[in-house]
């Protein structure tokens, strides 16, 4: 799978759009993008995944750039909630390998 | 609907003994996979399920670890003589595996183990 960048950590203000960026410049084209976060003390927490196309769900949107060589989580108005490990991983199709890669992820602190 | 459950969500032992940790994975799901996290790591790949069998055991660090889904449901991650270095929270995770294309993990809320 390829391996994915992210920032180490970032502040986001409570209310206001949180922009996660993730770079994967080696992606395949066949493989997916996913958004996973941690909470403190709990168990990975799937956000979104996506292919080509930007998606949007209850959690978040995901937007990837059109060369897919790069996306961006948004979480349109963050929560104190929010506060968590954002991990971006780029993944095969079940059928070709099935685990994940976890990197260091963004440690996302959004504040009052 | 009810998602991955782990038992128990705590485990102290002392170093050399045996220690079962049970993941029971969403109903339906037939990939099960087991991950480990250190502190301040993200989690690690041990080994993949796919029904009964392991179909990617790559990822268990040496023999002492080993891991079972005798009927494809519930899976017993096991560890022998366990050393301090095991310390860790051991996650569990299950799919649909659908038949090429996507496939989402669910993830459990772990089980943390301290070998004192």
């Known amino acids: 799978d390829a391996k994915t960048t992210q920032p180490t950590s970032m502040d986001c203000a409570e209310g206001r759009a949180a922009n996660l960026p993730c770079n994967h410049s080696t992606i395949s084209g066949n493989e997916y993008v996913y958004w996973y976060r941690q909470i403190h003390s709990q168990g990975p927490q799937y956000i979104i995944h996506g292919l080509k196309n930007n998606e949007t769900n209850e959690m978040a949107s995901l937007i990837i750039t059109e060369d897919r060589k790069s996306s961006t989580l948004i979480l349109p108005h963050a929560t104190l909630r929010d506060t968590a490990v954002y991990y971006c991983i780029v993944r095969a199709p079940a059928n070709a390998g099935n685990m994940l890669t976890f990197g260091g992820g963004t440690r996302l602190m959004v504040k009052p | 609907g009810a998602g991955v459950s782990q038992t128990p969500s705590n485990k102290v032992t002392e170093k050399g003994k045996y220690v079962e940790l049970r993941c029971d994975p969403i109903s339906g799901h037939t990939a099960l996979y087991w991950y480990r996290q250190s502190l301040g790591q993200g989690p690690e790949f041990l080994i993949y399920?796919?029904?009964?069998?392991?179909?990617?055991d790559s990822g268990l660090p040496n023999d002492r670890f080993f891991a079972v889904r005798p009927e494809g449901s519930v899976s017993t991650l096991k560890i022998q003589r366990t050393e301090r270095g095991d310390s860790a929270v051991y996650l569990c995770?299950?799919?649909?595996?659908?038949?090429?294309?996507?496939?989402?993990?669910?993830f459990g809320p772990g089980t943390r183990l301290t070998v004192l």
């Open positions: 399920f796919q029904g009964t069998g392991a179909a990617d």
């Open positions: 995770a299950s799919s649909l595996m659908p038949a090429g294309g996507e496939d989402t993990q669910y």
